[in-house]
C-alpha cells in the first residue's frame, strides 16, 4: 500500500503557518519566545485522503531567515508549494509534508543546537516540534519516514541533527552548510565582522553590528556561552586592545570542531540516505573547502553518500537543486519507508 503519485491531479497542497509549543526553549537568556512559527506543507491529497499518512520532510531555513524562506519567493521565486504540487501532477515525486520551523533568535539564528544562552534548540526540533506535529497531523511517525535538510545554517542543522539522532531521521541533505569548520570563524576575513561584535554593548546594537557580526556571536554563543556575562551572555574568542583584535587562547581551545563531530558520530550515518553539496563560488570559501573534506573522510570510513561541489555560489541556484535533487531525493528515500509500512496508509494509531 504505497503513497501513490498524483500524476495528473489538479488538486493543490496548502500552507499553514501554526505556533508550536517549545519548553525546551524556557528560561533561555535571551527572552526568546518559547513559542515558535512553522510553516506546515500538506500535500495535494492530505484533504481528499483522510486516512492515509504521509511521509515528512523538515525543512530547516538559514541564518537571518524565518520559517518563510522556502515559500516567499528568496530563493529564485521559490515557493515549496508551488514546487511540490508541480513535481507531484508531474509524477517526480511523491506526496510528503514539509515542516520549516521558525528558529530565528535574537541573534538572527540558532543553528539548531542546544545551548545554554539561546536555549534547547535541538531538544526543541526533537522533543518539542517533531511530536507536535505528528499528534497534529496525519504523519508517518517514524524514523524511516522522516528526513531533514536544510540551506547554509540550515544544512549544518541537517546534519547536526541527522548524526545525533539516527533513531529519529532515516534522511538527510545539507544544501551549501555552514559551519563545519573550527578555524572558519578565526579566518583573516572575519576579523572586520569581530570588531563590530566586540563594539555592541547591549541587544541594541546586535542589528546594527550587521550580518556577519551577528553570524559570529550565534556561533560563539554554541561554543563559549557564559551565563554569567551579560548582555549577551556568551565569551567572545577575542577582546579588544587599543583598536586591535587580541586572540583569547582559552576561549578558542573550548570552541566545537563540527567536522570532527560528525566524523566520530559517522556510524549513525550508515544508517541514513546521505548527501551534501556546495557551490565552487560560495561567498563563504570555506563552504566548498568543508564539503570537500567531508565527502573525503566518509569516503575514508566507508560511509555512503552523495556529495557534489556544483557551479554556482550561496544561494545562485537554490530552487533548481531543490526541484531537480533535493526534493526527489527525499520522494525516494521516504517512499521506499513508506511503502514499507503501508499499514499507516489506512489506519488509525
Not at 22 to 43: C, E, F, I, Q
Not at 230 to 246: I, K, T
Not at 301 to 310: C, D, R
Amino acid at each position: 500500500m504505497a503513497i501513490p503519485l498524483v500524476a495528473g491531479a489538479q488538486a493543490r497542497g496548502v500552507i499553514h503557518r501554526i505556533e508550536v509549543p517549545g519548553p525546551s526553549l524556557a528560561g533561555n537568556r535571551l527572552g526568546d519566545s518559547p513559542t515558535r512559527l512553522a510553516s506546515v506543507y500538506l500535500p495535494p491529497s492530505y484533504s481528499t485522503h483522510p486516512r492515509r499518512r504521509y511521509p515528512v520532510l523538515y525543512l530547516l531555513h538559514g541564518f537571518g531567515a524565518d520559517d518563510r524562506a522556502f515559500i516567499a519567493g528568496a530563493y529564485q521565486n521559490l515557493d515549496i508549494r508551488i514546487s511540490m504540487d508541480s513535481l507531484v501532477r508531474a509524477g517526480l515525486v511523491h506526496e510528503m509534508i514539509i515542516v520549516t520551523p521558525n528558529v530565528r533568535n535574537r541573534f538572527d539564528g540558532s543553528f539548531y543546537s542546544n545551548s545554554p544562552t539561546t536555549g534547547k534548540w535541538e531538544d526543541f526540533i526533537v522533543r518539542d516540534l517533531i511530536p507536535f506535529v505528528d499528534s497534529h497531523y496525519r504523519t508517518i511517525p517514524r524514523r524511516d519516514a522522516r528526513g531533514v535538510a536544510g540551506h547554509s545554517m540550515g544544512g549544518f542543522g541537517a546534519l547536526e541533527l541527522a548524526a545525533r539522532h539516527p533513531e529519529t531521521f532515516s534522511a538527510v541533505y545539507a544544501m551549501s552548510p555552514y559551519g563545519l569548520g573550527k578555524d572558519d570563524a578565526f579566518a583573516p576575513s572575519t576579523r572586520r565582522a569581530w570588531m563590530a561584535a566586540l563594539a555592541m554593548r547591549d541587544t541594541s546594537d546586535i542589528k546594527k553590528a550587521g550580518f556577519n557580526a551577528n553570524l559570529l556571536t550565534a556561533l560563539t554563543a554554541l561554543s563559549s556561552p557564559d551565563t554569567t556575562r551579560p548582555p549577551f551572555f556568551v565569551r567572545f574568542p577575542y577582546r579588544l586592545e587599543s583598536g586591535a583584535l587580541v586572540p583569547d587562547s582559552a576561549v578558542i581551545a573550548k570552541w566545537r570542531s563540527p567536522m570532527s563531530e560528525l566524523v566520530a558520530r559517522a556510524g549513525a550515518f550508515r544508517r541514513e540516505s546521505v548527501a551534501f553539496d556546495a557551490g565552487d563560488a560560495d561567498g563563504f570559501p570555506e563552504i566548498p573547502v568543508n564539503v570537500r573534506k567531508l565527502d573525503l573522510l566518509l569516503d575514508s570510513l566507508s560511509v555512503q553518500h552523495t556529495a557534489e561541489v556544483y557551479h554556482g555560489t550561496h544561494g545562485s541556484r537554490i530552487r533548481a537543486r531543490m526541484e531537480s535533487l533535493v526534493l526527489p531525493f527525499f520522494s525516494r528515500a521516504l517512499h521506499r519507508s513508506a511503502q514499507s509500512l503501508g499499514r499507516y496508509q489506512s489506519v488509525g494509531l
